[in-house]
């Protein structure tokens, strides 16, 4: 849409020195309340990973934190529900058409569907699942940390065979807690 978004990247130790490595990439979506800088500032995800690959617990791996909020032109009569959800479709062409093309290209990314990941929390997560569900051929695994799920009780809008995507996926993984106020939406979204 000819606006500039940001989007911050994490490469893990030893980056710079293996210049034929190609490493898995994780998309990781923040929350409504955040951007795309939270991840490092609050959350710490980069010494979180660097700490994980120094103890053989997770693979070296690019992390990708893009900006979630997509500003979409309200269009006369429409709902909020129906706003969010073109939002939500602007975001995921944009993920799709310009910041994964981005990070393969001026990255050593592995473009694998193999090794691409995406999560994310909250609204982040419905993102996730959204596009990840939607887009089986391009994310092998899949996360949402208490999602935002809501109005998914049939299923992700526009998901493919469910039991294809099932056979598809290397990981489906979705965690809330017991106090979480999604987590009604996210059991109703799991039946």
């Known amino acids: 849409q000819g606006a500039r978004r940001r989007v911050h990247v994490y490469a893990p130790p030893g980056y710079g020195k293996e210049k ?24 710490q995800a980069h010494v979180i990973a660097d700490n994980l690959i ?11 934190m893009t900006d979630g909020h997509v500003s979409v032109p309200p269009k006369e009569g429409e709902d909020a529900e129906a706003r969010r959800a073109r939002a939500s479709g602007a975001f995921e062409r944009d993920l799709l058409d310009h910041v994964v093309p981005l990070v393969e290209s001026e990255y050593r990314a592995n473009a694998a569907r193999d090794a691409r990941g995406i999560g994310g929390l909250s609204m982040g997560g419905g993102q996730s699942l959204g596009t990840g569900l939607r887009n089986v051929d391009r994310f092998a695994w899949v996360g949402g940390f208490s999602a935002s799920t809501r109005g998914w009780e049939k299923g992700v809008p526009g998901m493919a065979d469910a039991a294809k995507v099932n056979a598809d996926l290397r990981l489906l993984w979705i965690a809330i807690g017991k106090e979480d106020f999604l987590l009604e939406p996210n059991r109703k979204f799991d039946a």
């Open 20 to 43: 034929d490595r190609r490493y898995p990439v994780l998309y990781l979506l923040h929350g409504s309340g955040d951007d795309d800088s939270h991840w490092t500032q609050l959350g």
């Open 54 to 64: 120094a103890d053989g617990k997770a693979a070296p791996m690019l992390i990708v």
